[in-house]
């Protein structure tokens, strides 16, 4: 029975997956033995993917207004569209919405098209939501975007930390492999920081529940802890890093002592203590961070907070000894490669002269962006001023994971063109389209992702396009075609894109710049179908398993740069009105907004809608009663969500 060996497409943990085909029958798909995120496991919604196939959902055609179209009449009416508005108002009125489930073909080719040839940067993506802050730490600390560990170090550590992260529901497999690893290794310690008490602690050895947004002030106590504990690495802070006065000057100012930083964070000082003491004593620590850091109005400070602490004892990019951001979606890593990001030109360039002149000569690009574009948010303002006329928003639905939706969906009723490519034919977005393009969805779709750990999987079909679905690198490039510029998207298949995204990456060999897969720029059609999961970056046959071991880094003089870190409390506005802060996590057996698992009767078994956590003493407050419909407010939105009455 034929086999074909793919990657899940839901969380940046990145497991293979295998599918087999009976004549025109699927057989449960199961985890691949040989990949080396999963070894062969997979958490409950990767082993439902299977069941989340069927048609019944789908969007099969293209649609102008409402009416059925053909790809040609719908390509031809973006096209004019798009060619009126940049004539009329010119590429800032003009922009791209992206996605963490976008493959890296799809991306590069959106991101080629719009920066290179439209001559806009207003290309963002839903990943700015989840992961720019990781990004922006990175680079402040590493000078690039690049994590330094991989998942073996999860299981290589003595001490893990998980802040802001509940692996064991939004990262399982990840977090299996690190109980796994304990359970073989029985002295390695958790520690789980987090406002709620969640899965992840059952089977911690410290829970810090400290209140929500106090993680700035909790790694600066962590700093000074390590400063006057004799804990810090004096050799390497001299001879690999900067900054590290005006960092620990900053960390005094906001958390002097034990007990202020205690008591900032809402916890006892013994568990800080015990916390801050485990870390000084384990130079085998890794520190996961995700979500619960990175989404926050401070989540770029809350990551060099973390960063600056592991670069203090020396503990980047060893075995068992790094920080780590875990990524959400599937390919959030792919897009930031790529450059998908509006403050980013490509592979990690930024709008610097000598990047703009040497991507242009590469990309032959007569009209390239020289100036970042609009962010997400302020890209949807512009929306909602009557800037932005022309939106392409691809693989995401942003009316519900945009906060403040109820603003945005008034803003995309008045843009006067609103494209969405999209695999599911009724979501809360796509309403709002003037044109819809049925997508490829996963089975159907060829290409690339990166996992969490740096490893690029192939994404590989299994099955014919749904009705006229179209892989969405295809509808990007017929449009550059459509503008006149066919030498430049006349792409056949994702092989041809992939070579040419390979080859861009090469411009970074000679530079302190790590992202380099160049080697695989002249890979034909069989090598790429073959492609194994290797890490970038890639030199020799070989990918790098670990990053910035060495102490040299990719800033100009080599050295990392610790940041002064002067915490900010959340912005939410407590009031007579708005008394209660709200804070957002996963639920284990669903992803994003369950257009895809909520297919699966059995995923919806464990939670099968969205749910309001409060604690018996607030929900005594507010006389609100377990399975109860619960109202709740803030200045700019309205949910209704059933109440569970939580402790944790
Ligand atoms: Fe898919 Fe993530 Fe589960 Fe792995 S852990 S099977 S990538 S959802």
């Given at each position: 029975m034929p086999v074909t060996r793919t990657t899940c497409p839901y969380c940046g943990v990145g497991c293979g997956v295998s599918v087999t085909r009976n004549g025109i029958e699927l057989l449960p798909v199961a985890g691949d033995s040989e990949h080396p995120s999963n070894f062969g496991k997979l958490c409950v919604k990767g082993s439902a993917l299977h069941e989340t196939l069927g048609e019944q959902r789908r969007l099969l055609y293209p649609q102008i207004n409402g009416a059925r179209a053909t790809w040609e009449q719908a390509l031809d009416d973006i096209s004019a569209r798009l060619q009126k508005t940049l004539r009329e108002h010119g590429p800032q009125a003009v922009a791209l919405y992206l996605s963490g489930q976008l493959l890296t073909e799809d991306y590069y080719v959106a991101n080629k098209l719009w920066k290179g040839f439209v001559g806009s940067a207003n290309v963002d993506t839903n990943s700015r939501l989840c992961m720019s802050s990781a990004v922006a730490a990175h680079v402040r600390a590493f000078g690039e975007d690049a994590v330094p560990a991989c998942y073996e170090d999860v299981e290589l550590a003595d001490l893990v930390i998980l802040i802001g992260s509940n692996s064991a529901w939004a990262h399982p497999v990840l977090h299996q492999r690190l109980l796994h690893a304990r359970k073989q290794r029985p002295g390695t310690k958790l520690v789980v920081i987090d406002p709620r008490r969640t899965a992840s602690c059952d089977q911690a050895d410290l829970h810090l529940p400290i209140k929500p947004g106090a993680d700035a002030f909790l790694f600066n106590g962590l700093l000074?802890?390590?400063?006057?504990?004799?804990?810090?690495?004096?050799?390497?802070?001299?001879?690999?890093?900067?900054?590290?006065?005006?960092?620990?000057?900053?960390?005094?100012?906001?958390?002097?002592?034990?007990?202020?930083?205690?008591?900032v964070c809402g916890v006892e000082v013994e568990r800080v203590e015990k916390f801050f003491r485990w870390f000084a004593q384990t130079p085998r620590t890794v520190t996961l961070f995700s979500q619960g850091i990175n989404q926050s109005s401070s989540g770029t400070d809350k990551g060099n907070a973390i960063i600056n602490c592991h670069l203090a004892t020396g503990r980047v990019g060893l075995p068992g000894a790094s920080p780590f951001s875990i990524t959400g979606q599937p390919n959030a890593m792919g897009g930031r490669e790529v450059g998908g990001l509006a403050n980013q030109l490509a592979v990690h360039r930024s709008f610097e002269p000598e990047s703009i002149k040497t991507v242009a000569k590469f990309w032959r690009a007569p009209n390239i962006a020289k100036t970042p574009g609009l962010k997400a948010v302020p890209l949807f303002e512009a929306i909602e001023r009557g800037d932005i006329k022309f939106l392409w928003i691809l693989a995401t639905n942003p009316l519900v994971s945009m906060p403040e939706a109820e603003r945005w969906q008034r803003a995309l009723k008045s843009c006067e063109t609103v494209i969405v490519s999209d695999c599911v034919r009724a979501t809360d977005t796509t309403q709002f389209a003037k044109i819809l393009l049925p997508a490829a969805g996963w089975g159907e779709k060829d290409g690339t992702v990166t996992s969490s750990e740096r490893t690029i999987s192939r994404q590989r079909s299994f099955l014919p396009c749904a009705g006229e679905a179209k892989p969405d690198w295809w509808a990007l490039a017929e449009i550059g075609k459509r503008l006149g510029f066919a030498h430049a998207f006349n792409f056949q298949n994702a092989r041809d894109v992939f070579v040419e995204y390979a080859a861009l990456t090469g411009i970074n060999r000679a530079t302190p710049l790590q992202l380099d897969i160049s080697e695989l720029s002249a890979i034909n059609r069989a090598q790429y179908d073959a492609l194994a999961p290797f890490q970038w970056p890639l030199l020799n046959g070989n990918g790098a398993r670990r990053l910035f071991g060495d102490g040299n880094f990719a800033t100009a003089d080599k050295r990392a740069h610790f940041i002064a870190i002067e915490p900010q409390w959340p912005q939410s506005i407590i009031d007579k009105t708005t008394p209660l802060i709200l804070n957002t996590g996963r639920v284990r057996d669903q992803w994003h907004t369950m257009t895809r698992t909520a297919e699966s009767e059995r995923l919806n078994r464990h939670r099968s809608e969205p749910y309001l956590e409060i604690h018996p003493q607030d929900a005594a407050v507010f006389g609100l009663a377990d399975g109860e419909i619960a109202e709740i407010f803030n200045r700019h939105s309205k949910a209704w969500l059933r109440v569970r009455i939580e402790p944790g």
């Open positions: 000074v802890y390590l400063a006057d504990n004799n804990a810090l690495n004096h050799r390497y802070i001299k001879e690999h890093t900067r900054d590290f006065d005006s960092a620990l000057s900053a960390a005094r100012a906001s958390a002097p002592t034990l007990a202020a930083v205690a008591e």
